[in-house]
């Protein structure tokens, strides 16, 4: 068999013995107990391996397995000839059982995840063996509206970080899980949280905030992965958020809106910046040969209630470019300028060549709308080149919300929610996790209310017999829905397209799929006996393809919890 | 009157209002009673939280029963949600006359020792008679209501999110019902929501929380 390790044994004895001189015995037992991926070179990530992500058919080392999103991984071992003999090579049970939306990270055969909470493990990716287990110590003071939640980490060189539930960055040893240094991102008690997984790019950690529901000021920060210090920040609210007065929405809905007496707002309350929202609660995207960061914004802050937010209420609810060394502002497109329906943009923005309007193939980038449409934009300006039919039904849209409550689909989960779409760059196409859950939007305006819950009214979701969910693969080259699978609840979780032609995805009631990438035909199931509402991964560990998804259920969509991170892998 | 009783009705006896009134009635001892009369292991207390503590026991209850049905169940409620609660009856954003005068003259320093305090001591057992949630109805509500999303999936609450497992019946109803009235102001989403619900929905859900 191929051993992948380059450390020789004395180097592991010695670490053994270090780190017993430091009283890690749970790190130091884990160190003995194997070996074979442990090797202290291939564990120490580069940025030339980051920048290689999309080819490396070993590691899953980005959230979304590399800086442009894809979810495509690389390797066919796995396919749609053999995939009915997938079965589970090992399964870990975390101390945590609550919702878990967390994407393993995968190097040199060990494996990272998180859990509600803000828990992380290193395992064996080959057996499931725990190598350490980190828990973050949340201060009394958190604040998120969405369940306890976590979507992984981001790895670079030994090691890795983690937002956490009481708005702090911190970073770990990869090889012992000990805290190497954090730092307090901004304050809990005015409504900031951290849930997405960051990016590392060439020293720098990139991460957004949580917190939309809780007048917040969204930002993306770039902090030292060394050193924990701040780099830069980039607001998304802009000190004029006003922009140009809008009527339509991205694709040309009329809004609804009144102008003029917004206008009066405006002129009264003055620019309305400061408690605007506009959370960045998942992972950008990454040009490197363009040096851009893309991502998506979220919903002005208070979501349902416009009475006190003039205009269009800037960067909310749009992608954004910003210059991948300052953060400065290179470019945006607003798909809801001034939202009263929660439409957050948060679905992973993905980078991806595309033809434009002539048929000429261009850097795009492409998002997954909580509105039902798939967007695609040329990268150079954000300027929209076409967007998808929808692909989840519209009722109603945008009725505005009173207080009695107005009923609209998508409701305030989407369409798409947070759930990361995945790419098939031979088919040209991509998947996309829907969700169908209308909801009543209740208004009731109050004032800004200092860091606590900020709706100015509230959601209540139809009846469940009226929801369901479906995986859609949509044509981006076109925009034209190609197929979708059907699902009796909503969607959420997130998509993992591979070269063996297979598209992975959960649902709530347990189930975790692989369907054919070109036709959507269902080609295997498992259930795993809780909810599988997180983003699939794959990786190889001595030649060894796996599959692996966390089952913990979700605390948004109240799917049913557990514990499991399962691993998937062919029998003979 | 026991000792509790008559040190809480001299506490505030610069309030004027009805004691009575203002706290509920005195809770019979058919509607609760600890399960166990265990004493509750103390925290260590600082000389500080050893001259405040007797107050709050005095309505909140020295085995962590409330006297009162009014008062909710404070030991072991999350730490975070005791601070912010305590933290909003001083900046007046929770109004109460007993609570906003409890807490009138005590430091950030003095809640946050106070909230901990507390969080650390165990839940009380109160046997509130359990619901049997005919055909589903209040399930249904609390999905619609996505009660679970952000109080968790056994109600059990987290950080500044309030467990309401168990939590007393009557102080559910009392506090809801201010939510409705904008009466309790300082969760104004907590309010909108359950103007979305009636009346008899909201006892029908304090009645299934309070079982839990």
Redesign the interface.
């Given at each position: 068999m191929l051993r992948r390790s380059r450390t020789p044994l004395t180097t592991i004895l010695l670490l053994t013995v270090a780190l017993n001189a430091f009283g890690e015995p749970e790190a130091a037992r884990a160190q003995t107990i194997k070996g074979t991926h442990l090797s202290a070179d291939l564990r120490f990530v580069t940025q030339r391996m980051l920048d290689l992500a999309e080819g490396d058919g070993n590691n899953f080392l980005h959230p979304n397995h590399n800086y442009k999103q894809t979810r495509f991984y690389p390797n066919a071992q796995i396919n749609t000839s053999n995939v009915r003999r997938l079965r589970p090579a090992w399964l870990f049970q975390v101390d945590v059982r609550?919702s878990l939306e967390t994407t393993p990270v995968v190097v040199d055969g060990v494996m990272y995840v998180t859990t509600a909470?803000n828990h992380v493990y290193a395992l064996d990716a080959a057996t499931g063996e725990q190598l350490w287990h980190f828990k973050h110590r949340?201060?009394?003071?958190?604040?998120?509206?969405?369940?306890?939640n976590n979507r992984g980490v981001a790895v670079y060189e030994d090691l890795v970080f983690m937002g956490t539930?009481d708005a702090k960055l911190i970073a770990l040893d990869s090889r012992t899980g000990k805290l190497v240094w954090e730092t307090q991102i901004a304050d809990p008690?005015l409504g900031y949280s951290e849930t997405m997984a960051p990016v590392v790019v060439e020293g720098k950690v990139l991460i957004g905030t949580s917190g939309g529901?809780y007048g917040i000021r969204g930002f993306l920060k770039a902090f030292d992965a060394k050193t924990g210090k701040l780099l830069w920040t980039f607001y998304t609210t802009p000190e004029n958020s006003v922009g140009v007065w809008a009527t339509k929405d991205a694709t040309g809905k009329d809004l609804r809106r009144d102008i003029a007496k917004e206008k009066e707002t405006l002129a009264r309350i003055g620019d309305p910046y400061r408690w605007l929202g506009g959370p960045v609660w998942q992972t950008p995207a990454i040009d490197r040969a363009g040096r851009k960061i893309f991502m998506v914004v979220g919903n002005p802050a208070p979501p349902l209630d416009d009475s006190q937010r003039p205009g269009d209420n800037l960067y909310t609810n749009s992608l954004v470019a910003v210059d991948l060394d300052t953060g400065r502002y290179h470019c945006h497109l607003q798909y809801v300028p001034h939202d009263r329906w929660d439409m957050d943009a948060v679905s992973p923005p993905v980078l991806i060549e595309a033809p434009d309007e002539n048929g000429q193939t261009v850097p795009a980038v492409l998002h997954a709308g909580k509105t039902g449409y798939i967007y695609i934009h040329r990268r150079e300006d954000c300027s929209l080149i076409r967007f998808s039919e929808p692909i989840v039904p519209q009722e109603n849209m945008w009725a505005l919300p009173t207080p009695e409550?107005t009923r609209m689909a998508p409701g305030a989960n989407g369409g798409v929610g947070w759930s990361p779409v995945a790419i098939h760059p031979g088919l040209g196409l991509v998947y996309a996790l829907a969700i169908h859950q209308p909801m009543?939007f209740?208004l009731?305006s109050?004032p800004y209310?200092?860091g606590?819950?900020?709706?100015?009214?509230?959601?209540?979701?139809?009846?469940?017999d009226e929801h369901w969910g479906a995986l859609v693969a949509v044509d981006y080259r076109t925009g034209a829905i190609r197929w979708e699978v059907k699902t009796p609840q909503p969607l959420i979780g997130g998509a993992l397209a591979t070269a063996g032609g297979l598209v992975f995805f959960g649902e709530g009631n347990g189930r975790f799929n692989a369907v054919d990438a070109a036709t959507g035909a269902r080609l295997w199931s498992f259930q795993a006996g809780a909810g599988v509402n997180a983003p699939p991964v794959s990786y190889t560990v001595d030649g060894k393809q796996y599959v692996a998804v966390a089952a913990g259920?979700s605390?948004?969509?109240?799917f049913k919890?557990g514990n499991a991170i399962i691993a998937f892998t062919l029998v003979e | 009157m026991d000792r509790h009783t008559q040190r809480a009705r001299r506490w505030f006896s610069g309030i004027a209002v009805g004691a009575t009134l203002t706290l509920g009635d005195p809770v019979s001892a058919q509607e609760m009673r600890p399960r166990a009369a265990e004493p509750i292991p103390e925290p260590q207390l600082s000389e500080r939280l050893a001259e405040l503590v007797p107050t709050c026991l005095a309505c909140h209850g020295e085995n962590g029963v409330p006297n009162y049905a009014e008062s909710p169940i404070v030991d072991g409620q999350h730490e975070g949600y005791l601070f912010i609660q305590l933290r909003d009856y001083k900046n007046g954003a929770r109004k109460h006359e007993v609570m906003n005068e409890v807490v009138k003259d005590l430091s950030r320093q003095d809640l946050r020792e106070l909230a901990a305090y507390f969080a650390a001591r165990p839940w009380p057992r109160v046997d509130q008679p359990p619901v049997a949630d005919e055909n589903g109805v209040v399930e249904r509500l609390l999905a619609e209501g996505q009660c679970r999303e952000c109080h968790g999936a056994d109600f059990m609450g987290d950080g500044t999110m309030p467990r309401l497992a168990g939590q007393l019946t009557a102080y559910l109803v009392s506090t809801m019902r201010a939510f409705r009235l904008k009466e309790r102001t300082n969760n104004a989403a907590m309010g909108s929501l359950l103007d979305t619900f009636s009346d008899e929905e909201i006892e029908a859900i304090a009645r299934y929380l309070g079982a839990l």
């Open positions: 609550e909470y949340l201060s009394p003071v958190t604040s998120y509206c969405c369940g306890p539930l008690e529901e409550g009543t209740h009731q109050t209310p200092g606590k819950l900020w709706l100015g009214g509230a959601f209540r979701v139809a009846p469940a259920g605390a948004q969509l109240d919890r | -």
